[in-house]
């Protein structure tokens, strides 16, 4: 396992998976550079670590993004992983024609991973090393009544990152990380009615971010000839 403390970017931090990772790497030495819109989370966020930084961020504006990156290779001179995190699920049935939760997800889920990816690669090769992780879900590999949009933009983010292991210099290290159902305020964005009773009775077995964040920290950890590429984590009884 690699030992060596690295600079490490989340989006989406001020809460669930991105919180639970920012905190658990923080633990373990690395330098993490946590982004959110929520500024009082992340201040609250930043008092439980000295190894957390932390930033306003909104994933869907480019410009903020690339000042997120270059605001860290300014502090520490570079950056060693970036956790694309942040997302939204307000699910719901096509014909319910929630058309502006739609452009909400599309913008959060798979422009803002474009706009990290965007701020990060140009670091990534002039280093000669990095490592780009993104937070997908099974909604990628599965669609059920209400996640068509959401699953679409999982699947975009599966696609791209995907994509871009295979364009990639071997340099750069690449990794889908796919949860199933676990506890965070996502459901809480849910305003259709129909939508929001179904995700209760789903999310009734859910697991604790911090089981994602493991599996993060494995991933970051593993030496440098080591790519994993995709891990998916869902509950024990979770069967789809």
């Not at 060693?80 to 889920?109: C, F, H, K, T, Y």
Request: aromatic content about 4%; proline content about 3%; hydrophobic content about 45%.
């Amino acid at each position: 396992m690699e030992s060596t403390n690295k600079v490490v970017l989340v989006t989406g931090a001020s809460s669930g998976i991105g919180e639970a990772v920012a905190l658990r790497l923080a633990r373990e030495g690395h330098h993490v550079v946590a982004g959110a819109r929520r500024r009082d989370r992340l201040a609250a966020l930043a008092e439980h670590h000295d190894n957390i930084r932390v930033r306003r961020l909104d994933v869907t504006d480019r410009g903020d993004v690339a000042a997120f990156v270059d605001s860290a290779v300014a502090e520490f001179g570079r950056v060693d992983v970036i956790v694309n995190n942040a997302g939204l699920m307000p699910l719901s049935r096509l014909d319910a024609l929630l058309v502006d939760e739609w452009d909400q997800m599309l913008d959060v889920n798979v422009r803002g991973l474009l706009h990290g990816i965007a701020g990060v690669l140009p670091v990534f090769q002039r280093q000669g090393s990095g490592h780009l992780i993104t937070v997908a879900s099974v909604g990628a590999h599965e669609v059920v009544p209400t996640s068509a949009v959401y699953s679409a933009t999982k699947f975009a983010a599966w696609a791209i990152t995907e994509g871009l292991r295979l364009e990639a210099d071997p340099s750069l290290r690449v990794t889908t990380i796919t949860p199933g159902v676990v506890e965070s305020e996502l459901a809480e964005s849910i305003t259709d009615s129909v939508a929001r009773a179904a995700m209760k009775e789903y999310r009734k077995n859910s697991i604790s971010p911090d089981a994602i964040a493991r599996a993060i920290s494995f991933a970051v950890d593993q030496p440098a000839d080591v790519d994993v590429n995709e891990i998916i984590i869902r509950p024990t009884r979770q069967r789809g």
